[in-house]
């Protein structure tokens, strides 16, 4: 028995420090259900380490009973990448919020994800500037009034999934906080991605924009709002799973089964298609046209960044050998006895 | 072979101890490589070399102009230099703009050789002349040498079959060949490293081969040159030398230190001129476990070796000026989290883009207090090209030592400027120490818990049973818990900025050159060292009292210092900026300093200096005794 690992729990993975998010915030869930699988990974916590930027869900890394950064605002993506370089044994998580990935760390996200480093980013998308007290944030809709923008706010939102499937994500996927179950699964599969897994977690804030997410998180509306996807499922949707989406050309349609439409007409969905053009289309699904998609839209193989620079390395050092010596005393040099 | 085809010049030979040489031309008349040239077959000759490559920040500014004149200038001697010299014995102009924004700096009766080919009309206008200067009487007073060198060029390289474009661009051989041998250069180096860079383009090889001994043939032959000079071999300590560029030794110094320390190398950095030779000079050293990283930014590229440092290997950042400012926040996280790291800052004229190809000491405030928060760093400038490499190997040292950012100054003028370096022999160099802790079952661990110099531990993950948070956010003493507690924040600004003194305890101080005390004493810091030496030197040898203390650590000033000035009626202190180490003397010791000061994007001449110091040495109480 001695010789067994020790077998950990959720609690294993917690610190001994105080959380201090507001009662009631998502962010709770979030921190939940990463602390439930991780016994699942399999990976001890002395291996794994949380990188964050700023904002209320930045301050998640103190909470885990692993290694932890809590960086600066936006550059979280920026620490992980030389973290995971000079130690590619570590299993990196990057947590986020939507200003913190998107507004003042938007090109950082752009760059982690295009060179497809081996981590897992966490994106808590509550639509709002929590901990800098309710400013609209670059997720937020149109016309938001918040204290920055008493008038609604002007900008256009982005849409995350779009952004990230721009810079050629390999792994994409989608959660809500208030899904526990769907959420720990689909933690769990981003961690079994090689290459950057990208989740946005649709986080209420319920002290600066409570009930952002309502319209999928409402027992009486979700299910007719929400369409969870499985890996080679048609796209039924629906409380009585009696609908569905379709294309028409390039158009997907949301249509309600019986009669002449049914489930072999709907679009089956691919998480591994190689290019990712219908997860484009299901990135930029909204009510109440269409479903809002959960689950994971894309995972595709890609070598991974830190992988690549230490096979360099190793190719580097089977052609040349040679130290600093022979270095310095290449070329002209000249002696003077 | 083809060197005893040419075998040695039959001209008389003139001795002397050392000349100053600029080649001067189009940004696309291969005035760098020429230099180089130059520079390595002096420095291969024995001589001791310095020299001062200058160019335009255009890739190609208009054909011709004066905007697109690119330079450089060597100074050779058979004696110990620090500088690459005021007054130039010889100046090698392409065309009339080179010629114009050039010649006064040639010394009165100096060389002055010309390719005349290029001093037509079209030529004229293209440098805004009205008239040419080779007949208006511009040239007067110096010995005017006009040589038809695109000419004998297209002559010389007749046989290959390469273009007449291709022809023209091997002018610049034809003038180094003429240089060589003017100065009775080897010309076996230059020949071998036509064969190695244009291996595979036979012709242009030839071509250029061709060009480099017509040009020596030409001052063989022609009458306009009466003798030859030669520059005896300079006696430097014994050992083996070669001649290395600052920003190559400073990559130098960092493999050095990596290896010293038992670490990977990784440097995390956004091309800027004058930095990005090191990322270059780095990038071909993979087989050496050395690491580079591009970043998107410069802002990545700090954090990217934040990251580097907790995992526990050696991280590097380099930029100038304006990139250094955006790594601030970066630097930063690094002071408060406490970890070793390098930042490198090859200063650049500035604000803003500034004058991106030209030299300043102007970010030295910026060093040392540009960032927000108390947050006291370590800084450390380089002297020279070849001091580029100690000053990394020991900004390393200290960075370990007391877990915490070290910046390292250099600037334009010795990041690109070149000196002869002895070759070290890295296995019997002082090992960095450096200890992680290990493994703990029962005791809590405590990230911030202090050694005798206060450092804390370098913990890395993978360790098992030292997991830890570390972030932005203040610490508790000893645990590194997020405390918000008004004492604690106090004692935590308080110890961060004892550790930065600390740095004193770990260094040597600096040495006053000359007398302990006197009339002035110079104090410098940074590149403007070989030019404050030189001068301070000259000072002394026409019997001045003048003494000459150069700082290495800008901050913590050295713990003596205030000891060391009281010595002296007056301070000194040369800067290329308007005055930065004279405010952080006056500020932090309340002693009064006179500045010597200029922006102009250029390094100080020994000239200049001589004459300033000499006039605050004479208003001197002893000299106005003595002349009494
Ligand atoms: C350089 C910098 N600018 C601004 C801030 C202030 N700030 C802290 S968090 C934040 C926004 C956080 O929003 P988000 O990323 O959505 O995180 P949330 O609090 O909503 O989880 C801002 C603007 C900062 N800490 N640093
Ligand atoms: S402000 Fe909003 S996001 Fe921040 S902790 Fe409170 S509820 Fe959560
Ligand atoms: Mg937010």
Redesign the interface.
């Given at each position: 028995m001695n010789t067994a690992l020790p077998v950990l729990k959720a609690g294993d993975f917690g610190?001994d420090?105080d959380v201090r998010w507001c009662p009631g915030c998502g962010d709770y869930s979030i921190l939940a259900q990463m602390k439930k699988i991780l016994p699942d990974v399999g990976i001890?916590?002395?291996?794994i380490?949380?990188?964050s930027g700023?904002g209320c869900s930045s301050r998640f890394?103190?909470y885990?009973?692993?290694?932890?950064?809590?960086?600066?605002h936006g550059?979280a993506?920026?620490?992980?990448?030389?973290?995971?370089?000079?130690?590619p044994?570590?299993t990196v998580f990057v947590i986020t919020g939507d200003g913190d990935s998107l507004s003042i760390g938007g090109?950082?996200l752009?760059?982690l994800i295009r060179r497809n480093v081996d981590l897992n980013i966490i994106l808590f998308n509550n639509r709002i500037y929590g901990l800098t007290k309710g400013q609209y944030s670059p997720t937020s809709l149109q016309g938001h009034v918040t204290k920055s923008t008493p008038g609604g706010s002007l900008d256009y939102p982005l849409n995350p999934l779009s952004v990230v499937l721009g810079a050629d994500a390999t792994f994409v996927a989608r959660s809500i906080d208030f899904n526990t179950k769907h959420l720990g699964e689909t933690l769990y599969q981003a961690t079994q991605h090689r290459g950057t897994s990208f989740v946005e977690v649709l986080q209420n804030c319920n002290v600066f924009n409570d009930g952002a997410w309502e319209h999928l998180t409402d027992k009486d509306v979700k299910d007719d709002n929400l369409l969870v996807l499985h890996h080679g499922k048609p796209m039924v949707y629906g409380k009585n799973n009696d609908k569905g989406v379709r294309l028409q050309g390039l158009t997907p349609q949301s249509v309600v089964l019986g009669g002449a439409v049914n489930e072999q007409h709907l679009l089956v969905h691919d998480q591994s298609a190689p290019e990712p053009h219908i997860a484009n289309l299901l990135a930029r699904f909204s009510n109440p046209d269409l479903p809002v998609p959960i689950g994971v839209f894309r995972q595709v193989s890609r070598p991974c960044y830190e992988e690549q620079?230490h096979q360099?390395?190793q190719?580097?050092?089977a052609?040349?050998?040679?130290?600093?010596?022979a270095?310095?005393?290449s070329?002209?040099?000249?002696?003077?006895? | 072979m083809l060197q005893t085809e040419l075998g040695e010049s039959s001209k008389p030979v003139q001795e002397l101890k050392g000349a100053t040489v600029r080649l001067v031309g189009d940004s696309g008349d291969g005035m760098q490589l020429s230099g180089m040239q130059l520079t390595?077959t002096s420095?291969?000759a024995?001589n001791d070399i310095a020299t001062f490559p200058d160019f335009p920040a255009e890739i190609r500014a208009p054909r011709g102009t004066r905007a697109g004149v690119s330079g450089f200038q060597v100074h050779f001697s058979s004696e110990e230099i620090f500088t690459p010299g005021d007054g130039l014995d010889a100046l090698i102009c392409m065309n009339p703009a080179a010629l114009v924004t050039n010649l006064r700096d040639l010394k009165p009766n100096g060389l002055l050789i010309v390719n005349e080919d290029s001093f037509e009309d079209k030529d004229l206008k293209l440098a805004k002349l009205a008239k040419n200067p080779l007949e208006d009487g511009t040239t007067d007073g110096y010995r005017l040498i006009r040589v038809k060198m695109t000419q004998l060029t297209r002559d010389a390289v007749a046989e290959t079959k390469i273009s007449v474009k291709e022809a023209d661009r091997c002018k610049n051989f034809f003038a180094m060949g003429l240089v060589f041998w003017l100065y009775g250069r080897d010309l076996t180096?230059t020949l071998r490293f036509i064969e190695k860079k244009f291996a595979g383009k036979t012709d242009v090889a030839t071509a250029n081969r061709l060009a480099l001994m017509a040009g020596w043939n030409f001052g063989e032959t022609t009458e306009a040159f009466p003798t030859t000079y030669q520059v005896p071999?300079a006696?430097?300590?014994?050992?083996?030398?070669?001649?290395v560029i600052g920003n190559q030794a400073l990559a130098?110094g960092l493999?050095?230190a990596a290896?010293l320390s038992g670490k990977?190398l990784?440097l995390?950095t956004y091309p800027i001129t004058p930095a990005s030779d090191i990322l270059h000079e780095l990038s071909r050293?993979?087989?050496?476990?050395v690491?580079t990283?591009q970043?998107?930014?410069e802002?990545?590229?700090v954090?990217?070796?934040?990251?580097?440092a907790?995992?526990?290997?050696m991280?590097v950042t380099t930029s100038s000026g304006p990139g250094i400012l955006l790594k601030g926040?970066?630097m930063s996280?690094g002071v408060m989290?406490e970890l070793p790291m390098l930042i490198i800052d090859v200063q650049r004229g500035g604000p803003s883009t500034g004058l991106p190809t030209k030299t300043e000491q102007a970010d030295l405030l910026m060093a040392i207090h540009g960032r927000h928060g108390e947050c006291p760093m370590p800084v450390i400038a380089a002297a020279s090209p070849a001091d580029c490499y100690d000053a990394a190997i020991e900004a390393w040292r200290v960075a370990t030592r007391l877990m915490t950012p070290v910046m390292i100054l250099t600037d334009g003028y010795i990041a690109n400027g070149s000196e002869p370096w002895k070759?070290?022999?890295?296995?019997t160099m002082r090992p960095i120490a450096i200890h992680h802790p290990t493994e703990t079952q029962d005791s809590k661990f405590l990230p911030y818990e202090r050694d005798n110099l206060l450092a804390r531990p370098w913990a890395?993950?993978?360790?098992?049973?030292?997991?830890?948070?570390?972030?932005?956010?203040e610490k508790e003493d000893r645990t590194g818990?997020?405390s918000y507690d008004a004492a604690n924040h106090q004692h935590m600004v308080n110890t961060r900025a004892q550790k930065v003194r600390n740095v004193n305890d770990l260094v040597e101080p600096p040495v006053i050159f000359g007398q302990r005390s006197g009339d002035v004493l110079v104090v410098s810091w940074g590149g403007t060292f070989g030019a404050c030496r030189t001068a301070v030197t000259q000072l002394q040898a026409l019997g001045h009292s003048v003494s000459h203390l150069h700082l290495r650590w800008v901050n913590p000033l050295p713990a003596e210092l205030k000891a060391m000035l009281a010595g002296f009626e007056k301070i000194v202190i040369p800067e290329l900026n308007t005055g930065q180490l004279r405010q952080l003397i006056q500020g932090q010791l309340s002693i009064s300093a006179e500045g010597i000061n200029k922006v102009e994007g250029k390094p100080f001449s020994v000239g200049e200096l001589v004459a300033k110091i000499q006039a605050i040495a004479l208003k001197c109480d002893s000299q106005i005794a003595t002349s009494e």
């Amino acid at each position: 028995m001695n010789t067994a690992l020790p077998v950990l729990k959720a609690g294993d993975f917690g610190s001994d420090q105080d959380v201090r998010w507001c009662p009631g915030c998502g962010d709770y869930s979030i921190l939940a259900q990463m602390k439930k699988i991780l016994p699942d990974v399999g990976i001890p916590p002395h291996k794994i380490v949380f990188v964050s930027g700023i904002g209320c869900s930045s301050r998640f890394p103190y909470y885990m009973n692993t290694y932890g950064m809590h960086t600066i605002h936006g550059r979280a993506p920026a620490v992980a990448t030389g973290l995971k370089i000079a130690n590619p044994d570590l299993t990196v998580f990057v947590i986020t919020g939507d200003g913190d990935s998107l507004s003042i760390g938007g090109n950082h996200l752009l760059h982690l994800i295009r060179r497809n480093v081996d981590l897992n980013i966490i994106l808590f998308n509550n639509r709002i500037y929590g901990l800098t007290k309710g400013q609209y944030s670059p997720t937020s809709l149109q016309g938001h009034v918040t204290k920055s923008t008493p008038g609604g706010s002007l900008d256009y939102p982005l849409n995350p999934l779009s952004v990230v499937l721009g810079a050629d994500a390999t792994f994409v996927a989608r959660s809500i906080d208030f899904n526990t179950k769907h959420l720990g699964e689909t933690l769990y599969q981003a961690t079994q991605h090689r290459g950057t897994s990208f989740v946005e977690v649709l986080q209420n804030c319920n002290v600066f924009n409570d009930g952002a997410w309502e319209h999928l998180t409402d027992k009486d509306v979700k299910d007719d709002n929400l369409l969870v996807l499985h890996h080679g499922k048609p796209m039924v949707y629906g409380k009585n799973n009696d609908k569905g989406v379709r294309l028409q050309g390039l158009t997907p349609q949301s249509v309600v089964l019986g009669g002449a439409v049914n489930e072999q007409h709907l679009l089956v969905h691919d998480q591994s298609a190689p290019e990712p053009h219908i997860a484009n289309l299901l990135a930029r699904f909204s009510n109440p046209d269409l479903p809002v998609p959960i689950g994971v839209f894309r995972q595709v193989s890609r070598p991974c960044y830190e992988e690549q620079v230490h096979q360099q390395v190793q190719q580097a050092k089977a052609k040349s050998k040679g130290d600093l010596s022979a270095i310095f005393n290449s070329g002209d040099t000249w002696t003077v006895s | 072979m083809l060197q005893t085809e040419l075998g040695e010049s039959s001209k008389p030979v003139q001795e002397l101890k050392g000349a100053t040489v600029r080649l001067v031309g189009d940004s696309g008349d291969g005035m760098q490589l020429s230099g180089m040239q130059l520079t390595n077959t002096s420095a291969l000759a024995g001589n001791d070399i310095a020299t001062f490559p200058d160019f335009p920040a255009e890739i190609r500014a208009p054909r011709g102009t004066r905007a697109g004149v690119s330079g450089f200038q060597v100074h050779f001697s058979s004696e110990e230099i620090f500088t690459p010299g005021d007054g130039l014995d010889a100046l090698i102009c392409m065309n009339p703009a080179a010629l114009v924004t050039n010649l006064r700096d040639l010394k009165p009766n100096g060389l002055l050789i010309v390719n005349e080919d290029s001093f037509e009309d079209k030529d004229l206008k293209l440098a805004k002349l009205a008239k040419n200067p080779l007949e208006d009487g511009t040239t007067d007073g110096y010995r005017l040498i006009r040589v038809k060198m695109t000419q004998l060029t297209r002559d010389a390289v007749a046989e290959t079959k390469i273009s007449v474009k291709e022809a023209d661009r091997c002018k610049n051989f034809f003038a180094m060949g003429l240089v060589f041998w003017l100065y009775g250069r080897d010309l076996t180096p230059t020949l071998r490293f036509i064969e190695k860079k244009f291996a595979g383009k036979t012709d242009v090889a030839t071509a250029n081969r061709l060009a480099l001994m017509a040009g020596w043939n030409f001052g063989e032959t022609t009458e306009a040159f009466p003798t030859t000079y030669q520059v005896p071999p300079a006696t430097l300590p014994g050992g083996t030398y070669r001649s290395v560029i600052g920003n190559q030794a400073l990559a130098y110094g960092l493999m050095t230190a990596a290896k010293l320390s038992g670490k990977k190398l990784f440097l995390g950095t956004y091309p800027i001129t004058p930095a990005s030779d090191i990322l270059h000079e780095l990038s071909r050293f993979k087989h050496l476990d050395v690491l580079t990283f591009q970043a998107e930014d410069e802002i990545a590229a700090v954090c990217s070796v934040i990251g580097v440092a907790f995992a526990g290997q050696m991280g590097v950042t380099t930029s100038s000026g304006p990139g250094i400012l955006l790594k601030g926040e970066g630097m930063s996280l690094g002071v408060m989290m406490e970890l070793p790291m390098l930042i490198i800052d090859v200063q650049r004229g500035g604000p803003s883009t500034g004058l991106p190809t030209k030299t300043e000491q102007a970010d030295l405030l910026m060093a040392i207090h540009g960032r927000h928060g108390e947050c006291p760093m370590p800084v450390i400038a380089a002297a020279s090209p070849a001091d580029c490499y100690d000053a990394a190997i020991e900004a390393w040292r200290v960075a370990t030592r007391l877990m915490t950012p070290v910046m390292i100054l250099t600037d334009g003028y010795i990041a690109n400027g070149s000196e002869p370096w002895k070759i070290p022999d890295v296995q019997t160099m002082r090992p960095i120490a450096i200890h992680h802790p290990t493994e703990t079952q029962d005791s809590k661990f405590l990230p911030y818990e202090r050694d005798n110099l206060l450092a804390r531990p370098w913990a890395i993950p993978g360790t098992e049973g030292l997991m830890h948070r570390i972030g932005g956010l203040e610490k508790e003493d000893r645990t590194g818990n997020v405390s918000y507690d008004a004492a604690n924040h106090q004692h935590m600004v308080n110890t961060r900025a004892q550790k930065v003194r600390n740095v004193n305890d770990l260094v040597e101080p600096p040495v006053i050159f000359g007398q302990r005390s006197g009339d002035v004493l110079v104090v410098s810091w940074g590149g403007t060292f070989g030019a404050c030496r030189t001068a301070v030197t000259q000072l002394q040898a026409l019997g001045h009292s003048v003494s000459h203390l150069h700082l290495r650590w800008v901050n913590p000033l050295p713990a003596e210092l205030k000891a060391m000035l009281a010595g002296f009626e007056k301070i000194v202190i040369p800067e290329l900026n308007t005055g930065q180490l004279r405010q952080l003397i006056q500020g932090q010791l309340s002693i009064s300093a006179e500045g010597i000061n200029k922006v102009e994007g250029k390094p100080f001449s020994v000239g200049e200096l001589v004459a300033k110091i000499q006039a605050i040495a004479l208003k001197c109480d002893s000299q106005i005794a003595t002349s009494e």
